[in-house]
């Protein structure tokens, strides 16, 4: 059941009348020499600090170590839940989970990096949402998190998830791929859909640059983790209406690869350029303001 590639993995869907989901498990199984109940124990407990993480900072705000973030999620539930939100129930309640992970992860808290710390929250903002609005199941959403999973691994094989290395885009843009890909799945979409979806996040979070103030994963990485929510379910939400992407995810992924490779240091999580340069955000970390 392995793959390396996303054709390879559409072709075991196809052939063996799985989803991707499916995929993942029987390949994780025959390849760690484990069983189903095994690492189907080990995706509710991510699933559990996953929710922890994301709920948390929704009751009891802080500031993050570097002091540049620490609020914000509630901020956010708090416009949602009076009723203010122009985004709509599952939207306004992805960007706060995303926004609540990040929190978690700059205050040295538990977190599941998916497929980062500085991207972790849009994988769980994105499908805990969906969870909450939708009324679905836990086992659905263990099922989501395996998907997620194998188009990580794709990113991964193929191309990179670091932003020293590709920028943003490989982070919060790979994370919000498989974010929207795993949604496709979790609201009943097929596997070709599911790839739709995360080719068309790529193009659209394509070129992103990683610049963190002051050098540390709080800011602009916050806003990018609900930003990234945001695009994943816009990217599902076409996949699902039946648009087609006109790039293969394979080919996207290798284009995203091909584009971070061509940025400049500056711009590739050196602290150096963009957002960690402006004067205001400067005098904020007592940097080179």
Sequence with gaps: MDFKSGAELLELCEKQGLLISQVMVKRECALGETTGEEIEGRMN?????????ATGPLERPGRSMGGL?????KRLMDHRQEGKSICGEVLSLAMAYAAAVLEVSASMGLIVAAPTAGSAGVVPGVLLALQRCYDLPDEKVVDALFHAGAVGYLAMRNATVAGA??????EVGVAAAMAASAAVELMGGPPRQSLYAASTVLMNMLGLVCDPVGGL??????????????NALAAAEMALSGVVQLIPFDEMLATMYAVGKRLPAELRETAQGGCATAPSAC???GGCG
């Design 165 to 170: 290395v590709g920028g943003c885009q490989a």
């Design 217 to 230: 994963v709080e800011y602009p990485c916050q806003n990018r983790n609900a930003a990234g929510a945001a």
């Design 69 to 73: 973030i620490g609020g914000e999620a």
């Design 45 to 53: 407990r991510a699933l559990e600090i996953m929710r922890a993480s």
């Design 283 to 285: 005098a904020a970390c």
